[in-house]
């Protein structure tokens, strides 16, 4: 009868810990993603351009709106440094939960490896038991 690995518990742990990791990376990796494309959509905005206004309310319009838009560009810059340092620390998160669990994995399977070894053995010890065990007397009938 071979062992259970007796820090089973710990690797189902640092399974869950490892996907929560992957979990918390793919979140942070597609929020950078969002942020990015609506600053290309901003960005696209800014550059687009519009008839030549007709009036000055219509100029003054266009002139607020090109504020508005740099403000924007300006809080999503600033958002975009955040949610690339989160990224970061998510990246760095996930390599050391994968790095835990990797390290238990390989005990884990050494530990198996040494409990495959000690039942051949015992089996093996069986075998030369009965291969040196002296054969019973035949009787009569066995030799017609």
Partial sequence: MSRRFPLAGLLRIRGIQERAAAAHLSRAALEQQRTEARERQVRTALTASADTPGDVRTLAAVAAGRVAARSQLSDLAALQRTQRADLDAARARHAAARRAE?????????????????????????????????????TAEEHS
């Fill in 102 to 138: 990797h390290g238990l994995e390989r005990l884990a399977e050494r530990h198996a490896e040494r409990e495959d070894a000690r039942a051949e053995a015992r089996d093996q010890a069986a075998l030369d038991e009965i291969a040196l065990r002296p054969a019973p007397p035949r």
